[in-house]
């Protein structure tokens, strides 16, 4: 793992978890997805279009055996989710922006149902313009939700009420390769959340990225 990166979170954990240090580790986790982001900004600057589509480890198991295009749609499809439906209680970002025509996406969800060349083909659909748009848009309003947490509130846990209003809004597939997702999010509190899809979520999917531009220009 990226020493950096991993240190900032390791920091940024153990600063949220008292009440005097959880405004520094707000501000020690904006750092840490401002690194982060940079990242994705040079893959868009530095990769053409069949750089993002490229699946070089298709058979292997791990984060690495996807695209960089489908990592970037899912590290925000679920932050946009998370953030939205089960914390703030508004409408995602994605149906909000009319993203899904935007950015010419066959699917609603966070993608975990896909499998090896399905992976490849649905990377070659997205709009990688609108993609960035959207995620971009994200960050920002998962930041602003995130800033107006109060420390108590971290103990917060997901209801009932809210489970089943996220399983009616499909957004995350029946298939078993996704189902899970819903019961691993709703038994965190926001605490959890915010040490798992906006932070370590990011860092896994970024490092298997990097990993895949390596293998495409080795």
Request: hydrophobic share 35%; glycine share 2%; proline share 1%.
């Amino acid at each position: 793992m990226n020493k950096e990166w991993s240190e900032l979170n390791k920091i940024m954990q153990t600063q949220i978890r008292k009440k005097d240090t959880y405004e520094e580790g707000i501000d020690t986790l904006f750092e840490l997805r401002n690194r982060l982001m940079k990242t994705l900004t040079v893959f868009y600057d530095e990769l053409n279009r069949e750089e993002f589509n490229a699946i070089p480890f298709i058979n292997a198991d791990g984060y690495h055996s996807k695209t960089i295009a489908y990592s970037i749609w899912h590290i925000f499809r679920i932050e946009d989710i998370v953030a939205h439906t089960l914390i703030s209680e508004d409408e995602q970002v994605f149906f909000a922006g009319n993203y899904q025509e935007r950015i010419d996406s066959p699917i609603i969800t966070t993608g975990n149902e896909l499998v090896k060349q399905q992976i490849a083909d649905f990377s070659k659909q997205l709009n990688l313009k609108e993609l960035y748009s959207y995620i971009f848009e994200v960050k920002e309003s998962t930041e602003k939700i995130i800033k107006n947490l109060s420390y108590i509130e971290l103990k917060r846990k997901i209801s009932e009420e809210r489970k089943e209003y996220l399983k009616s809004l499909n957004v995350v597939s029946n298939d078993e390769n996704a189902i899970w997702l819903i019961d691993y999010w709703c038994n965190k509190d926001i605490r959890g959340l915010i040490q798992m899809p906006f932070s370590r979520h990011w860092i896994m999917h970024i490092e298997a990225s990097l990993r895949i531009k390596n293998k495409i220009h080795s």
